[in-house]
């Protein structure tokens, strides 16, 4: 454990979390400004012009997606050359932090022999990981 300022002890586990969650967080919005920077300046072509997109945004997504022809899932994975989609994969960096952050941690878990937290961990990114994936899906 890390000793804090107050005498108080925190689990390693927790520091390496809160490191990784921090600056990937950190790293994240610094990615999604160079890559809003890309689209606005017109430096990729766009499926989406940026003088455009507030008349979409009043409209619902199924609107959005048929005016665009972006596929819904991964499906925009195929459009990454475009300014306005390149935003995604730095979302989708910001969104799989955490899960980056659980697998730190399963190491440090399973060396303390704390099965519990070591299961919960692994589920826990099992279920993002199947989240993510579209292999599950609800509603539409």
């Known amino acids: 454990m890390v000793k804090m ?32 920077a890309i689209y606005v300046s017109g430096t990729l072509p766009s499926l989406v012009k940026p003088e455009e997109l507030t008349e979409l945004w009043t409209h619902d997504t199924h609107y959005y997606l048929e005016e665009t022809g972006l596929p819904t899932g991964w499906g925009w994975i195929n459009y990454v050359t475009y300014g306005d989609v390149l935003n995604f994969v730095a ?28 299961i919960l961990a692994i589920a826990e990114v099992i279920i993002l990981l199947l989240a993510a994936s579209g292999l599950l899906q609800a509603g539409h």
């Open 91 to 118: 979302l989708a960096f910001l969104a799989m932090i955490t899960i980056i952050c659980y697998l730190a941690i399963i190491p440090v878990l399973l060396k303390k022999k704390d099965i519990i937290y070591t």
């Open 5 to 36: 300022d107050r005498g108080r002890k925190v689990p390693e586990e927790q520091i390496i979390y809160a490191d990784i969650l921090y600056y990937g967080g950190l790293i994240g919005i610094i990615f999604m400004a160079i890559t809003f």
